[in-house]
């Protein structure tokens, strides 16, 4: 139970509370443009595409609390765009981490060869995720006003072949 309330604490009760400290801070950076304010702020949560899958692979407090940070970012949306703060989330699969690794080196870089992620025999990209590409999710979360509420899943294609939750 412990070990269960620890990764919800991790991966839920910190973003919330992490993001509702700096509530004050995302709505001083609202600018005015015509009679409307619009969207200053963006707040980006990371998830997993482990929330979003039926499939537990035995980590079950894991998988709901990744499930819990997703509706989490969705209920911050949608209450935080009164505010003209959009909240959105970046869900990954398999990218380099201490996680995935097992390990990262003295500068917190992990190495995920491509063998082992073929080895799970359900990823189309055949490689794990590359730095850039999480950049360039973020960066798109980040800029893009017009998207608020969204999980924008970057998997090389998982989701294809493992059953989602939808």
Do not use: C
Request: glycine share 10%; proline share 6%; net charge negative.
């Amino acid at each position: 139970m412990q070990d269960w309330n620890e990764t919800y604490n991790t991966d839920v009760t910190s973003v919330y509370f992490t993001t509702v400290a700096f509530l004050p801070l995302l709505q001083a950076a609202i600018e005015p443009q015509g009679p409307l304010p619009r969207f200053g702020s963006s707040v980006i949560t990371i998830s997993s595409m482990s929330g979003e899958m039926k499939h537990a692979q035995g980590h079950f407090a894991y998988n709901a609390a990744k499930g819990a940070t997703i509706h989490l970012t969705k209920l911050m949306s949608s209450e935080f765009q009164r505010t003209w703060i959009r909240v959105n989330s970046i869900s990954p699969g398999y990218f380099p981490s201490e996680m995935t690794a097992k390990s990262s080196d003295d500068n917190q870089k992990s190495e995920l060869p491509a063998e082992k992620v073929q080895e799970k025999g359900h990823v189309p990209a055949m490689r794990p995720g590359r730095d850039t590409e999480m950049g360039m999710a973020a960066l798109f979360l980040a800029k893009n006003e017009y998207v608020n509420g969204q999980i924008l899943t970057i998997d090389g294609g998982v989701m294809n072949y493992l059953p989602g939750g939808g």
